[in-house]
């Protein structure tokens, strides 16, 4: 069932969900997208496969590889969210969903402090693909980042839970255009940020296969570096399989933990992004940057107090006081609270709360406070990157591309 093109008010800040309409593709054009999925997996299969035999040919020769590897294949599906409009309840009514991942996991024992701390988790790479049966959405795909973490060590449990993150760049996406898509109103760009989070249960079937099943949350956004950017957001359950794909020798079975050393670091970085101000706007360049100093009270958590500046491009073009300052139009300053989730030595996941000490309503800091979100990876000679969105009451302000420093109080790392 088609949509008509009709003028729809814009609602650039709210979660939208768009369900997808199987009755809108034809039959060929199904068949065209699950074949591709099925290509696709294949090849991520064989490739999995060959390096398993590559592994095992070489096993006597090694005493043991540093990863258990895990391939992990699942399709999902599942209800979407609506933005309270007709237009959306329209596309809510008349459509559905179907994704489809295939994830490599990266699993160590217990001679990673880290794996001990965590229960054991698995890192790895995914790869996601999708259909909304909707020309007017396209056909997402992505590529990203994950890790199970379960919440208990039960190793002879059948059945085991876990919650998982995920979190990558997704393409693929038929962007909002005035003149050739003008019903997409919900996705701005060609290129959004993937992010999936959730839990998850697998059952043993047998000493290297389980069969799995995922509930969460899933959101696609561009962080208003394109306008429109409503966001499109799943609930999406999932059933898969996972497979082991080398033999080992890991003990699984070590649980203790030395006694953490607390430590102190300071972290310098700088974030550069762009924004668009309104739909049809240009592009804008964005600058953060900032200094923290952060006390590391756990294997898995740090926290403490930094300040941070913001510089936004063409503030003249936007600043309706004519009595305020270059400088001040242009740059902006915050007290920021850190909280950092480490999830290795060197992963960890940046959040937390600033409160501006001056700000422009105009530079799209409309609240006086405002949130951050994001995955770092730190390397050996302590130079930090990562992505991170920084947003005012949960709305998109920019994504901030950071590259730092890390400074660790003297005599440790």
Same mark, same amino acid.
Do not use: C
């Given at each position: ?7 729809? #008010? ?47 040919? *070489? ?5 043991? #590889? ?64 999708? *259909?909304? =049966? ?20 039960? #190793? ?82 999932? $059933?898969?399989? *996972? ?16 006694? =953490? ?10 974030? #550069? ?109 302590? $130079?930090?990157?990562?992505?991170? $969105? ?11 591309? *950071? ?11």
């Amino acid at each position: 069932m088609g949509l008509e093109k009709q003028a729809i #008010p814009f609602y650039s800040d709210h979660f939208v969900i768009i369900k997808l309409s199987w009755g809108s593709v034809s039959a060929k054009r199904i068949q065209e997208i699950l074949m591709k999925v099925l290509f696709i997996l294949g090849l991520m299969v064989w490739s999995s496969v060959a390096l398993a035999f590559q592994i095992d040919s *070489t096993y006597k020769a090694k005493p043991s #590889p540093k990863f258990v590897k895990y391939l992990d294949l699942s399709v999902e599906g599942g209800p979407m969210l609506g933005n309270g409009t007709d237009f959306g309840e329209q596309l809510r009514n008349s459509s559905s969903y179907l994704g489809v991942d295939a994830r490599l996991g990266f699993r160590r024992g217990a001679e990673s402090l880290y794996s001990r701390v965590y229960r054991y988790p698995t890192f790895g790479v995914g790869f996601y693909a999708s *259909t909304f =049966h909707n020309a007017d959405v396209g056909e997402p795909n992505a590529i990203y980042f994950f890790l199970h973490i379960p919440f208990a060590y039960s #190793p002879q449990s059948r059945v085991k839970f876990s919650y998982f993150a995920s979190y990558g760049l997704s393409y693929n996406f038929n962007p909002f255009d005035p003149e050739d898509n003008p019903l997409n109103l919900f996705i701005g760009s060609y290129r959004n940020v993937y992010a999936h989070l959730g839990f998850r249960a697998a059952y043993t079937i047998s000493p290297k296969t389980a069969i799995t099943s995922t509930f969460g949350f899933k959101h696609f956004s561009n962080g208003a570096s394109s306008l429109p950017n409503s966001g499109i957001n799943l609930f999406p359950l999932s $059933i898969g399989v *996972t497979t082991m794909l080398n033999d080992h020798d890991k003990d699984f079975s070590d649980r203790s933990i030395p006694k =953490h050393t607390r430590r102190d670091v300071l972290h310098i970085h700088v974030a #550069p992004g762009v924004k668009e101000y309104f739909v049809g706007d240009v592009k804008h360049f964005k600058l953060g940057s900032g200094i923290h100093y952060l006390r590391e009270f756990s294997y898995k958590h740090r926290a403490g107090l930094g300040l941070e500046h913001f510089y936004s491009a063409n503030a003249s073009e936007r600043a309706d006081d004519p009595s305020q300052s270059d400088f001040l139009r242009y740059n902006s300053f915050a007290v920021f609270g850190s909280w950092e989730w480490l999830l290795t030595e060197n992963l960890y996941a940046p959040m937390g709360v600033g409160a501006y000490l001056h700000r422009n309503d105009f530079n799209g800091e409309w609240n006086w406070f405002y949130q951050r979100v994001g995955l770092r990876y730190r390397f050996a000679n302590n $130079i930090f990157a990562g992505l991170s $969105i920084k947003a005012h009451k949960g709305r998109a302000d920019f994504f901030e591309w *950071t590259l730092g420093y890390s400074i660790f109080q003297k005599g440790q790392r």
